[in-house]
């Protein structure tokens, strides 16, 4: 399997799917991450593809007792005081530098919340193709040789709807759980969106593919983005902390060219698929984006 992976994403959907052929997970609010366990040490990547092993030095470290030869797909998430899972955690320490993450770490370490295996030691290596509940089971398996105080987990899965349901009604307010994701028995590991994953989650916002930018690259005042339905428009003024993260992922960005909103503004384009911003945003023509987090 050759560096970045492609992920799988699960499509937004108004209510859980039914059958016996679904598994449901919790949908945890943190940092989509792939850990790649190689015979040489342990490399964490972003959904975005950028390599973020310096930031989260101590899940890293965690993952060297995987095998190698290990690829899993999960969520790095960080619980508050209070007991409850912080985005706003996860996504400080996703922008610090080096020293900076390192202190954060030891102040609040993360947990890394596994939900797919891609690739196995030899002789099984990649398993996308295998149906999810060969997957599971390999996780699970997996993770059960770890030691036991690892903060690399298997998150928690039922193939009772009506258990999931109660998850996504009671533990939100409690222990932030953001949603729940639905996966079909027998669908392989696809990346992009596929409907043998379904999620529901309680923020009432869209993914938007980031495809463009307007201010400096060090500095992005607004994001340019193409939201599901199809529309192209210019976000509302980005807050300094996720003009930050933004800029780490611009740096990567090829030459510069001008591109055009549905209303007309120009923006200096990005190739799509290098970032994905979680939004607010209404269906008509002009009506206003407010970004809400990079995933």
């Known amino acids: 399997m050759d560096w970045p992976v492609s992920v799988a994403l699960a499509q937004s959907v108004p209510e859980l799917p039914t059958g016996t052929d679904w598994s449901y997970e919790m ?3 943190g940092h989509r991450m792939i850990m ?4 040489d040490g342990v490399r964490l990547q972003a959904r975005s593809g950028r ?3 310096a930031a989260w030095g101590d899940l890293a470290l965690a993952g060297h007792h995987l095998p190698a030869g290990t690829v899993l797909d999960g969520e790095a998430v ?7 899972i912080s985005f706003e955690a996860a996504q400080a320490r996703a922008a610090s530098s080096p020293t900076r993450a390192h202190r954060l770490a030891a102040q609040r370490p ?3 919340i596994a939900f797919d295996a891609l690739e196995l030691p030899p002789p099984n290596g990649d398993i996308r193709a295998r149906p999810y509940n060969e997957r599971r089971a390999a996780l699970l398996h997996l993770l059960a040789e770890l030691p036991a105080n690892t903060p690399i987990q298997a998150v928690s899965a039922t193939t009772d709807r009506d258990t999931a349901l109660t998850w996504y009604t009671t533990l939100h307010s409690e222990l932030g759980v953001e949603g729940i994701v639905a996966k079909r028995a027998t669908s392989p590991y696809r990346a992009g ?3 043998g994953w379904q999620k529901i989650r309680h923020a009432e916002t869209v993914d938007a593919d980031v495809i463009g930018y307007t201010g400096p690259k060090t500095r992005p005042r607004a994001l340019a983005v193409r939201l599901p339905n199809g529309r192209t428009a210019l976000t509302q003024t980005l807050s300094a902390p996720l003009a930050a993260r933004l800029a780490q992922v611009l740096v990567t960005a090829g030459p510069a060219e001008q591109g055009h909103a549905d209303t007309g503004e120009t923006y ?3 190739p799509s ?3 994905v911003l979680e939004v607010l945003a209404g269906t008509t023509r002009h009506a206003v984006v407010t970004p809400v987090r990079l995933r």
């Open 36 to 39: 790649w366990r190689t015979g």
């Open 273 to 275: 698929g290098l970032a």
């Open 268 to 270: 200096t384009r990005i």
């Open 51 to 53: 390599d973020v092993t």
């Open 78 to 84: 960080i619980v508050a005081e209070d007991g409850r």
């Open 193 to 195: 969106r596929t409907a």
């Open 110 to 112: 993360a947990h890394y």
């Open 27 to 29: 949908k945890l609010d």
